[in-house]
């Protein structure tokens, strides 16, 4: 709360209860494990120049390397 000489209060967002019905709330439980489940964790490359340059890019353990790294570790 803040306040000046008349003691004004105002209230944060935060401190409001917030209630929901219980059927309410399954609702957006099920939405959100709907969404979770359809989560896409795969890449996908959109463009092929992008693709070609990873392709042509030195690898080390599957890993990108810089062009030192990877003359070093074929010695």
């Given at each position: 709360t803040l306040g000046n000489g008349?003691?004004?209060t105002v209230e944060s967002p935060r401190?409001?209860?917030f209630f929901t019905s219980?059927?309410?709330r399954l609702q957006k439980l099920s939405r959100y494990r709907n969404k979770k489940a359809k989560r896409?964790?795969?890449r996908k490359i959109k463009y092929a120049c992008r693709k070609a340059l990873a392709d042509s890019q030195p690898r080390i353990r599957g890993r990108f390397a810089k062009n030192e790294e990877s003359e070093a570790n074929r010695e």
């Open positions: 008349n003691m004004n401190e409001r209860p219980s059927e309410e896409n964790f795969g």
